[in-house]
């Protein structure tokens, strides 16, 4: 008899394993020759070695649809184990459509034609600026979109990043570290992230430094190699801090930079490094640009009368 040990990596084992080792009666069910041995993060199995084999390929199903869809139930368990190769494939062939499988099995998607165009840009790009409006689901989409990288293995860091403006608060006069003071400023991203990836994983992610949120200044001197990175509210760059951040790219790696034209919080000389850019790489290939609008609000739906009222005032 052949005996060989699972480690389950990046998973809690009560979740995967349920309720009771519910998930582990189900697969004894299906795989009645095997004997099973659940400690910990670790499974024991025992038995001939084709079925073995076989056994190790359906559990490997099992994992990538767990990370996918952070849940397992017996009816998705019993579509795994029992279907063939072919239904395999076809199930993981509609990615488009749902970036994310998020927290509690909410599905991520872009909902409107504009968050589609970034997705379908992104896609066809390594870079893509996205510019609009406040509730425009520009940043929440970026991420998406990264945390969807992330879990296919097409990156192996997510960067989060934002210029620490201080938008009518003076950062040194607040409590607490470095750390402590800037994460109410991150907290956006750090929202979005909450929906997309279960609570021990992210922290997990955060810790080891799998998913890293920081202010811009944090990024000089650095080489951002097999990354997803994002460029929050970056109508509040500087010409050196865009120049900076954009020349940090490195190889395998995918730049997202979202920002509003209309909220710029730099002193009234100060030149917005989102717009020079905008302007400066408009025709170079391998930069697609989104520009979101009203209609792209996904918010309350007061938020897009007071885009279009502000809108009337500032074009007056």
């Known amino acids: 008899m052949n005996e060989r040990t699972i480690e389950l990596t990046e998973i809690n084992p009560k979740d995967f394993f349920g309720a009771h080792n519910s998930t582990i009666d ?12 659940a400690r910990g993060a670790k499974l ?38 029992t279907s063939t190769n072919e239904e395999r494939d076809s199930s993981s062939s509609n990615k488009k459509d749902v970036l994310v499988h998020g927290v509690s099995g909410r599905l991520i998607k872009a909902q ?5 165009r970034m997705v379908t840009l992104m896609d066809k790009n390594d870079m893509l600026f996205a510019v609009g409006p406040a509730g425009t689901g520009k940043t929440y989409t970026a991420v998406a979109l990264a945390v969807r990288a992330l879990k296919e293995k ?28 800037l994460d109410p400023y991150m907290q956006p991203l750090y929202d979005a992230l909450r929906d997309m990836i279960p609570h021990e994983k992210l922290q997990s992610h955060l810790e080891k430094g799998v998913i890293q949120i920081a202010p811009l200044a944090f990024m000089r ?38 920002g509003d034209p209309g909220q710029i919080d730099l002193p009234r000389k100060q030149v ?3 717009k020079e850019s905008l302007l400066a790489l408009k025709d170079i290939e391998g930069i697609g640009h989104v520009y979101l609008d009203d209609k ?21």
């Open 26 to 37: 189900l697969l004894k069910r299906y795989f009645p020759k095997i004997k099973i041995v």
């Open 44 to 81: 024991k199995i025992y038995g001939e070695a084709d079925i073995l084999d076989e056994f190790e390929k359906r559990l490997e199903s099992l994992i990538k649809y767990f990370h996918r869809y952070n849940k397992l139930d017996e009816n998705s368990i019993e579509r795994i184990i």
């Open 112 to 116: 409107t034609l504009n968050q589609r």
């Open 154 to 181: 097409q990156v192996k860091r997510i960067i989060l990043t934002r210029p620490a403006v201080e938008s009518g608060e003076n950062l040194g006069f607040l409590p607490g570290d470095l750390k402590e003071k």
């Open 221 to 258: 001197g650095r080489t951002l190699d097999n990354a997803f990175v994002i460029l929050d509210e970056a109508q509040n760059t500087t010409h050196n801090q865009m120049k900076m951040f954009l020349t940090r790219m490195g190889m395998h790696a995918k730049f997202i930079i979202t």
């Open 272 to 274: 917005s490094g989102l």
């Open 296 to 316: 792209d609000v996904v918010r309350h739906k007061l938020v897009k009368k007071i885009i279009t009222a502000y809108k009337s005032i500032e074009t007056e």
